[in-house]
């Protein structure tokens, strides 16, 4: 594993086939904080300006389109629709994608684990990329089928993540220009954690005066 740090200029956010239809029979994880994470992640790419490069299965098909939470974040950022292939870098334009990032770590999310998100990030392997699983950004049909999925993929050379995680390696430092993006997306997406800062500003503001 590369000690590197990860960066927005070194670093590809992929995103793989959030699909509605694909929702509805995920179990690994709770639907509205996995929903959460993936939009935070997405958030992640845009406000820190890493690479970023989406894709989904025909729109046609039963999995359907993309969660509209997530196109929200997405705008008018292009999504490679794909064919067949589990692997999306078997599909030329999204291998075109990623290379034209110019950037060789990839932190890749999706569904399902043990499905696309495990062939393509084994893909990226094959191709030379550094791959990081964004592991609470992906989901399965069971936790059992999500686990022995990261497992694998963590054992063929890929190094797990978690999207809040590297939205603060993005940033480094509390005092860093980037800083601001960190507190949106812990207001937005950690609740837990924001209502902590709450708490220690309402205390300072009411701390008696000596």
């Known amino acids: 594993m590369s000690l590197e740090p990860l960066t927005p200029e070194n670093t590809t956010i992929v995103l793989v086939d959030h699909?509605?239809?694909?929702?509805?029979?995920?179990?690994?994880?709770?639907?509205?904080?996995?929903?959460?994470?993936?939009?935070?992640?997405?958030?992640?790419?845009?406000?820190?300006?890493?690479?970023?490069?989406?894709?989904?299965?025909?729109?046609?098909?039963?999995?359907?389109?993309?969660?509209?939470?997530?196109l929200e974040v997405l705008g008018d950022h292009p999504v490679i629709e794909r064919g067949g292939n589990f692997d999306a870098f078997l599909?030329?334009?999204?291998?075109?994608?990623?290379?034209?990032?110019?950037?060789?770590?990839l932190a890749i999310a999706g569904v399902s684990t043990e499905g696309c998100v495990l062939q393509t990030v084994l893909g990226g392997l094959r191709a030379g990329y550094e791959v990081y699983l964004v592991v609470d950004a992906s989901a399965s049909l069971t936790a059992e089928t999500h686990e022995t999925a990261v497992r694998r993929m963590v054992q063929a050379g890929a190094v797990p993540v978690t999207w809040f995680s590297l939205a603060g390696e993005f940033t480094v430092d509390h005092r860093s220009p980037s800083a601001p993006h960190f507190q949106q997306l812990m207001r937005e997406h950690v609740p837990t954690m924001a209502m902590g800062v709450r708490t220690w500003r309402s205390a300072l503001e009411h701390a008696p005066v000596a």
């Open 19 to 70: 699909a509605v239809g694909f929702a509805n029979v995920l179990r690994s994880h709770d639907t509205a904080q996995h929903v959460g994470n993936v939009v935070g992640l997405a958030k992640t790419a845009r406000l820190y300006g890493t690479g970023l490069v989406v894709t989904n299965g025909m729109p046609t098909k039963p999995s359907g389109p993309l969660y509209p939470e997530l």
């Open 91 to 105: 599909d030329d334009a999204f291998a075109d994608a990623v290379r034209a990032t110019g950037r060789r770590k």
